[in-house]
């Protein structure tokens, strides 16, 4: 199993980022995908999360932390087995490392990416 975040990196207060994460070694589509943050001396926190859409439900469902909301969206792509963070109007409290989390609650599996920084500063 493995989780390969990228797409992190230095931006300006303002700008945007797009972070990618790879999936492979399990069925991607039947886990909810998750991106979860790290700043130096706090705690890991939820950032966004997106369900599987193979629920029997109306598609797709999303979950963002209120300190995102409105600036950050997830996505996707199971044909690629890559969920993606587009971050908008970064702030320097966005300053963190960001891991992509893999979860099936149904058969307790949990898996996590290796994380990328992303640094928002002048």
């Known amino acids: 199993v493995q989780l390969v975040e990228s797409g992190g990196g230095l931006v300006q207060p303002g700008g945007s980022l797009r972070l990618s994460c790879a999936a492979s070694?399990?069925?991607?589509?039947?886990?909810?995908m998750s991106w979860y943050r790290q700043a130096p001396g706090k705690e890991r926190e939820l950032v966004a999360a997106?369900?599987?859409?193979?629920?029997?439900?109306?598609?797709?469902?999303?979950n963002y932390a209120d300190s995102v909301k409105g600036r950050f969206s997830i996505s996707r792509d199971n044909a690629k087995n890559t969920v993606y963070l587009q971050m908008n109007s970064l702030k320097p409290e966005d300053t963190a490392v960001y891991y992509c989390?893999?979860?099936?609650?149904?058969?307790?599996?949990?898996?996590w990416g290796q994380g990328t920084q992303v640094t928002v500063s002048s």
């Open positions: 070694g399990f069925t991607f589509s039947n886990y909810v």
């Open positions: 997106i369900t599987s859409g193979s629920e029997i439900s109306a598609g797709e469902m999303t």
């Open positions: 989390n893999a979860h099936n609650a149904y058969i307790n599996h949990d898996y």
